[in-house]
């Protein structure tokens, strides 16, 4: 069995973690197929956005933990080399990939795992689903750009306190929190969210990818130097096919048909 299911419908690659008895865990080979598939949806002009989920009753439990014992008497292990092999990549792909991604997060989303879903553009999450920075239940600190997102997301009070309490959050406090898009109902989530996806993949894909370049680096700048990022990203906008005829559309009083460039 593949630890990643992957199909492309309506331009929409969909990448499904598929570990169910071990709840997604990361492996290294679910990486790796991880990896291979987002190099795709880079690569693929066809694929317009991505939707990323999780087989069975988990969405992903972050580090497989199997593989992460350390015997009574073994050297301790250097576990920035797996952040800087694995989860830093991971999460670089994610922000970087200049395509929407949805997550559809269908049950527990746990250490890295709750953190690769909030490294994706649109977070929706089932009724039942959870989040859990369960890091420091084992002695450690949230990776996978947690540190980074939660405090930007819920603010520093809340933050740390999910950080150092590792308690599950549940998918409509959540919600309310404002650390994901909406919270649905568990039989309506992959509707929802594959709409959603179709939705994003019929639209003009380089504004998309614009959009994602200037809300993620807007983190890290003054609004001096993010009203110079707009002007310079709103140009290469202004370049594209898709806004001509997103203006002739308006004008037109038709629908817009984007092609995604
Ligand atoms: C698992 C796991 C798991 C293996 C559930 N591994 N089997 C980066 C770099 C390098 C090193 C370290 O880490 C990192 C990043 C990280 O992600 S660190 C954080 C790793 N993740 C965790 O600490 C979460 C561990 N899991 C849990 O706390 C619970 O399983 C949660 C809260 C996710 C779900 O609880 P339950 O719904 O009660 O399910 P369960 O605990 O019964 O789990 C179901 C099965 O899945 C069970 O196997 P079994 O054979 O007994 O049915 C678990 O052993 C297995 N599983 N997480 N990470």
Not at 230 to 259: C, H, I, M, N, W
Request: proline letters at 5%.
């Amino acid at each position: 069995m593949s630890s990643i299911l992957v199909s492309l419908d309506a331009g929409v690659l969909c990448i499904t973690l598929n570990r169910p008895d071990k709840l997604n865990a990361f492996n290294p080979e679910m990486h790796a197929l991880v990896r291979k598939a987002l190099e795709r949806a880079l690569d693929e002009q066809e694929i317009r956005a991505v939707l990323l989920t999780g087989a069975g009753r988990g969405f992903c439990a972050g580090q497989d933990l199997s593989e992460r014992e350390v015997k009574p008497g073994a050297a301790p292990v250097d576990l920035s080399v797996s952040i800087g092999s694995y989860y830093n990549p991971l999460v670089r792909r994610l922000r970087g990939l200049p395509k929407p991604i949805v997550c559809a997060v269908n049950g527990v989303a746990a250490g890295a795992g709750a953190n690769i879903a909030l490294a994706c553009d649109i977070v929706m999450a089932a009724r039942s689903a959870s989040f859990v920075q369960a890091f420091s239940k084992i002695g450690l600190i949230p990776d996978s750009g947690g540190t980074y997102v939660l405090p930007r997301l819920v603010g520093t009070a809340r933050a740390m306190g999910l950080a150092l309490l590792a308690e599950k959050l549940p998918a409509e406090e959540a919600e309310r929190w404002g650390l994901v898009w909406k919270c649905v109902d568990d039989a309506s989530l992959m509707a929802e969210a594959s709409g959603l996806a179709r939705r994003l993949a019929a639209g003009p894909t380089k504004s998309y990818g614009l959009i994602k370049r200037a809300i993620y680096e807007s983190a890290g700048n003054s609004l001096e130097s993010q009203l110079d990022l707009e002007r310079d990203l709103q140009r290469e906008a202004g370049f594209s096919e898709d806004y001509r005829e997103g203006v002739s559309a308006f004008l037109q009083k038709r629908e817009p048909t984007y092609k995604g460039r």
